[in-house]
């Protein structure tokens, strides 16, 4: 997918039958570029998690991954040179809300485990249900400002993955690290530069969390701002 193509993104949902396509093309361990979309390989073959678009290749089924819904696809599609994500990772996912990005996650470490913390009641049943398709999603209602809550039910692990629309997004991301990251570890921390401060530059939002990260020990790799798909959200990885 190139830099034109991912500008110019269009995602069809809802309904459609399985498209055949000739080629996927990885472009991360997990993910592929299938036709003009970006897409993972189906862990449940024929269910569809968010309306989805399903894509046949070679005998496999993939799902079309949506920038405009998934803020770590948009940060594929904007130029993310790294994704330390990998078949046996263990991953945190805090903020998983009803599990999109979640499932895609699902979809790349299938070996591994998804533990998905959220704290909205409302929306959980919906991270309940994927759960019960996908062997690898770990569904956990709690505060993720709380992380001694549910540090019972976790283990090290080698990603931390956070989405969550609170003003201390980094402090929310150093302590759940400091719980449940390994050593070597990564992070990603999707920043929403309007929960953070609604009179700030989204770009100063963005390196001050990046700089409240680095006070915190962390390394930052890279900072990617999520436009077209993302409006005021950036995403850091390190």
Same mark, same amino acid.
């Given at each position: 997918?190139?830099?034109?193509?991912?500008?110019?993104?269009?995602?069809?949902?809802?309904?459609?039958?399985?498209?055949?396509?000739?080629?996927?093309?990885?472009?991360?361990?997990?993910?592929?570029?299938?036709?003009?979309?970006?897409?993972?390989?189906?862990?449940?073959?024929?269910?569809?998690?968010?309306?989805?678009?399903?894509?046949?290749?070679?005998?496999?089924?993939?799902?079309?991954?949506?920038?405009?819904?998934?803020?770590?696809? +948009?940060?594929?599609?904007?130029?993310?040179?790294?994704? %330390? &994500?990998? #078949? $046996?990772?263990?991953?945190? /996912?805090?903020?998983? @809300?009803?599990?999109?990005?979640?499932?895609?996650?699902?979809?790349?470490?299938?070996?591994?485990?998804?533990?998905?913390?959220?704290?909205?009641?409302?929306?959980?049943?919906?991270?309940?249900?994927?759960?019960?398709?996908?062997?690898?999603?770990?569904?956990?209602? +709690?505060?993720?400002?709380?992380?001694?809550?549910?540090? %019972? &039910?976790? #283990? $090290?692990?080698?990603?931390? /993955?956070?989405?969550? @629309?609170?003003?201390?997004?980094?402090?929310?991301?150093?302590?759940?690290?400091?719980?449940?990251?390994?050593?070597?570890?990564?992070?990603?921390?999707?920043?929403?530069?309007?929960?953070?401060?609604?009179?700030?530059?989204?770009?100063?939002?963005?390196?001050?969390? +990046?700089?409240?990260?680095?006070?915190?020990?962390?390394?930052?790799?890279?900072?990617?701002?999520?436009?077209? /798909?993302?409006?005021?959200?950036?995403?850091?990885?390190?």
């Amino acid at each position: 997918i190139g830099a034109q193509e991912a500008q110019d993104y269009k995602e069809t949902e809802g309904g459609e039958e399985e498209m055949e396509e000739e080629a996927a093309v990885e472009r991360f361990p997990g993910v592929y570029a299938v036709g003009d979309r970006l897409a993972t390989r189906n862990l449940v073959p024929g269910v569809r998690v968010y309306g989805e678009r399903l894509l046949a290749v070679a005998g496999f089924e993939y799902r079309a991954w949506n920038p405009r819904r998934s803020k770590l696809a +948009a940060a594929i599609l904007c130029g993310l040179k790294e994704l %330390p &994500l990998r #078949e $046996e990772s263990k991953v945190l /996912y805090l903020g998983a @809300a009803s599990g999109t990005t979640a499932s895609h996650i699902s979809d790349i470490a299938t070996r591994g485990v998804v533990y998905c913390v959220e704290f909205s009641p409302r929306v959980f049943p919906s991270l309940l249900a994927l759960a019960e398709l996908r062997h690898n999603i770990i569904p956990i209602l +709690a505060d993720a400002r709380q992380p001694r809550q549910y540090a %019972p &039910l976790l #283990e $090290e692990c080698d990603l931390v /993955y956070q989405d969550v @629309a609170q003003p201390e997004q980094a402090a929310i991301l150093l302590e759940n690290a400091r719980y449940f990251l390994k050593p070597e570890g990564f992070f990603m921390l999707a920043v929403k530069a309007r929960s953070v401060d609604i009179a700030m530059a989204p770009k100063d939002v963005y390196s001050q969390e +990046a700089q409240r990260l680095r006070d915190g020990g962390m390394e930052i790799r890279e900072l990617l701002q999520l436009e077209p /798909y993302e409006k005021d959200h950036a995403m850091v990885l390190g």
